[in-house]
């Protein structure tokens, strides 16, 4: 069985997404904010993937 990462890191979403690091550092830190405007704990440079599955358009 494959078991996916739970959080996604700053590399990932570059990967995903086909960006630079700089842009992908800006959607992290920007999803964090909405993370942590929500009450939730968060890292710097990583996001959980369930979020970014909800955010993004068309992922799934």
């Known amino acids: 069985m494959v078991k996916s990462k739970y959080m996604m890191s700053v590399d990932d979403i570059a990967k995903e997404v086909s ?3 700089s842009l992908a550092y800006k959607i992290v ?10 009450g939730y704990i968060t890292f710097a440079g990583r ?4 979020y970014w599955e909800t ?5 799934r």
């Open 19 to 21: 960006c630079s690091k």
């Open 29 to 38: 830190k920007q999803l964090n904010k909405e993370l942590s405007e929500q």
């Open 47 to 50: 996001i959980p993937r369930a």
């Open 55 to 59: 955010k993004m358009y068309g992922y």
